[in-house]
């Protein structure tokens, strides 16, 4: 999940301090994309940091340097897996595209036409909250709303099984679409999870299958993304995978797997996502190539729908759209569950983009991870053929 203060810091951190003249001359390869992510996780000592680079279309450098645990000796490895927090709403706003694309789905269908057995229940004002209104943050749910499991049993119980989180969040659904909207639809952005949630339940709804699978059937499995999936990564009490971390009274608190190291499962289309480096390239390549040629995902004419921002705003399919020197039109998003943080930055026009991941949530990670993107922006814009 992306707080609101992180994801005003990612809406706000904007020229990463380039100095264009002075960027180096070669291509950015895996070794030289290391190079820049040791000497910043040192600086900010971080556990591990992470990072890809798309160009054309592929993924041209990954890598990962720190280790899974703080204090521990296991290295990390580019194939490791890091949490997507909020970068996972990309994807459910890719899902919602494709059934838009199918005929079962429509930009404008209303709640009550999106979730229609629950549609009694709603308040009327909900009713008529449409899929563009969710998509855009412009759905009047506040970013407050949030899931809260009864006990840890079921937590347990979301985590071991897709049906039961799908029910899960149903039922969250149910509930909150019963309130009032806090503005009216379509007017006012306000960051939230819960409509993302609201588009999972849809999605699960129209496919008749938890949004958990459909993620791995339609994105993790079309792209080849084998590391994709869902929680926190690795085994309990092993260091498999690199451990979550927090920041208490400045020291590091290194977070086990297991079912509380993560928001609760039927919060997934919202930011429960994770899969290694480069195989987020792989997600993020689609998306950065999406408008520009057929055979990623969507329609270019959906993809550029999707990333069209509706209502006057600069929010659209699970992306900040905003304009930047160095990539004219550009997309933004970063995400964090507060353990973890990522943060990418696409360049549609110019044909590049870079992800940047850590184990460890809280400021300081916001702010290295921006550097190291930085630092790899200004080597693919300078190192090779792109302007």
């Not at 990390?76 to 949490?83: G, I, K």
């Amino acid at each position: 999940m992306l707080t609101r203060r992180e994801f005003l810091y990612a809406a706000a951190s904007s020229t990463f301090s380039m100095s264009l003249a002075d960027a180096p001359s070669d291509r950015l390869t895996s070794r030289r994309l290391a190079g820049m992510l040791e000497p910043i996780r040192t600086k900010t000592d971080l556990p591990a940091l992470a990072a890809v680079a798309i160009e054309d279309g592929r993924v041209v450098a990954e890598a990962a340097t720190g280790v899974r645990k703080y204090g521990g000796t296991t290295r990390v490895t580019a194939r490791d897996r890091f949490h997507l927090g909020s970068c996972t709403k990309a994807m459910t706003a890719t899902l919602v595209a494709m059934l838009i694309e199918e005929g079962k789905l429509d930009w404008t269908t209303p709640l009550a036409e999106g979730l229609p057995e629950i549609a009694e229940d709603m308040h009327p004002d909900m009713r008529r909250v449409t899929v563009d209104h969710l998509l855009a943050h412009r759905s009047g749910l506040a970013g407050s709303l949030h899931p809260a499991p009864a006990n840890l049993a079921e937590v347990a119980e979301g985590r071991r099984s897709p049906e039961a989180s799908r029910r899960q969040r149903l039922a969250f659904v149910t509930k909150i679409l019963r309130g009032r909207p806090g503005t009216e639809p379509g007017s006012t952005y306000a960051y939230s999870n819960a409509g993302y949630m609201v588009l999972g339940a849809i999605v699960e709804r129209l496919l008749d299958a938890p949004w958990e699978e459909i993620m791995r059937k339609r994105i993790f499995g079309r792209l080849r993304m084998r590391t994709g999936g869902f929680g926190a990564m690795g085994t309990p009490g092993k260091q498999d995978q690199p451990w979550q971390h927090r920041l208490r009274d400045g020291q590091h608190v290194p977070v086990s797997p297991g079912i509380l190291a993560d928001n609760p499962p039927a919060l997934g289309p919202a930011g429960t996502a994770h899969c290694s480096p480069g195989d987020w390239g792989k997600y993020l390549a689609a998306t950065l190539m999406g408008q520009r040629e057929p055979g990623h995902l969507l329609k270019p004419e959906t993809w550029q729908r999707l990333l069209s921002p509706q209502f006057g705003g600069n929010y659209a399919g699970g992306w900040l759209v905003t304009q930047r020197d160095w990539g004219g039109t550009v997309l933004t998003h970063a995400g964090s569950n507060t353990m973890s943080f990522c943060v990418a930055w696409l360049a549609p026009e110019k044909g590049f983009g870079v992800g940047v991941m850590t184990n460890q949530g809280g400021d300081e990670a916001a702010r290295a991870c921006d550097e190291v993107a930085g630092a790899a922006i200004q080597s693919l814009t300078k190192g090779g053929k792109l302007p």
